[in-house]
């Protein structure tokens, strides 16, 4: 295990997880009260000072690091990066020489502020985001995140990280079990344009021509229906585990929990008392089967169980393998900006 996953004091020197206001499952006993956080300490400092032109120099440094020791970390911290804005990430980026991945289909609103770069989130800063893995809910995926703070918030805000090979291990086998069976529906439900709150699928797709987008849902076999207002309803089935490429394990890799139709009945910019499929998204057993929210429950619980909260600075990097670590963000209130940029 990585050393950002050692023991620290899970009391009230920590995070607080239950009850949080606008977190699905929060008021679960199930949950932790708090999770801890990962000392500024176990953070990674490359050498200083930065020499004037360095840029790729620090990232030739980040990437022997990441590539010798993320899948097995999971998570690498670097501190005090020669960064400041987005402009100054995206050329990091670039440096670092991984291949960019698309964010086409992804559900989040998330503007692209710098070539690769995307915003982290546009969702309301009292959200809290609970753990889960990048695009977990499509079949092509990106391998890698890269989180990188312009600007910290004044309250909370941090980044929760979650181990998925040692939150797995916590869920009951029959309930593995079902899901390796049947896999998991997802329902998507689009205006045509994005709003405050959610996507459309205009941005979505990369197109405004129905016709194309038709296409697109037959070549993928989705099965989908227009309504009067232009919104666009469809779902598929995707299995809930997935291989990883180099070592052959099997992965609990999905978005069950979070686009789960409770966390908009936790929204608070949306009604609690929609039907499931007026959601944004929501889901069902493979064979389109309900899941018991009492079942979301708990497994939203069980992710949250191994969490530890990072508290990102201007300048600070998180690197993460997104097969294996989830990630979120704690609600927060002042200015804070994070960034993220995806990779294969």
Same mark, same amino acid.
């Given at each position: 295990m990585s050393a950002f996953y050692e023991s620290a004091s899970d009391d009230?020197?920590? =995070?607080? =997880?239950?009850?949080?206001?606008?977190?699905?499952?929060? #008021? &679960?006993? #199930?949950?932790?009260?708090?999770? !801890?956080? +990962? &000392?500024?300490? @176990?953070? *990674?400092? *490359?050498?200083?000072?930065? @020499?004037?032109?360095?840029?790729?120099? =620090?990232a030739e440094q980040c990437r022997e690091i990441i590539d010798k020791s993320l899948y097995e970390q999971g998570a690498i911290i670097f501190k005090d990066l020669p960064l400041h804005n987005a402009s #100054? /990430?995206?050329? /990091?980026?670039? $440096?670092?020489?991984?291949? !960019?991945?698309s964010y086409n289909g992804g559900?989040? =609103?998330?503007? $692209?502020?710098?070539? %690769? +770069?995307l915003m982290a989130s546009n969702e309301d800063s009292r959200i809290t985001l609970a753990p889960h893995n990048e695009m977990a809910y499509l079949l092509e995926f990106p391998r890698k995140l890269f989180f990188f703070c312009a600007r910290e918030g004044l309250e909370g805000g941090e980044v929760p990280i979650s181990d998925i090979r040692e939150s797995v291990k916590q869920i009951r086998p029959n309930v593995l079990a079902r899901f390796r069976d049947v896999g998991i529906r997802y329902y998507r439900n689009l205006p045509r344009a994005t709003a405050i709150n959610e996507i459309g699928w205009e941005e979505t797709f990369g197109t405004s021509d129905k016709s194309t987008i038709e296409q697109i849902m037959l070549e993928k076999g989705y099965e989908f229906v227009w309504d009067k207002q232009d919104r666009l309803s469809y779902s598929y089935v995707n299995p809930a585990f997935v291989? %990883?490429? #180099?070592?052959?394990?099997?992965?609990?890799?999905? $978005?069950?929990?979070?686009? %789960?139709c409770s966390y908009w009945r936790n929204h608070p910019q949306f009604p609690p008392d929609l039907p499931d499929n007026a959601y944004p998204a929501t889901t069902a057993y493979g064979d389109g089967t309900p899941i018991p929210v009492e079942l979301i429950t708990y497994l939203r619980a069980v992710l949250w169980q191994p969490a530890k909260a990072v508290k990102m600075r201007q300048g600070d990097l998180l690197a993460l393998d997104n097969l294996v670590i989830q990630h979120g963000r704690i609600g927060f209130s002042g200015p804070r900006q994070h960034m993220v940029s995806i990779t294969a």
């Open positions: 009230k020197s920590g =995070v607080r =997880v239950r009850g949080r206001s606008y977190l699905a499952g929060a #008021d &679960s006993l #199930d949950v932790p009260e708090f999770i !801890p956080r +990962v &000392s500024r300490e @176990q953070f *990674l400092t *490359l050498a200083r000072p930065w @020499q004037e032109g360095s840029l790729a120099r =620090v #100054d /990430f995206n050329a /990091f980026i670039n $440096q670092l020489g991984y291949a !960019p991945f559900i989040a =609103v998330r503007n $692209q502020v710098a070539g %690769h +770069v291989t %990883h490429p #180099d070592t052959g394990e099997e992965l609990w890799f999905n $978005q069950v929990t979070e686009l %789960h």
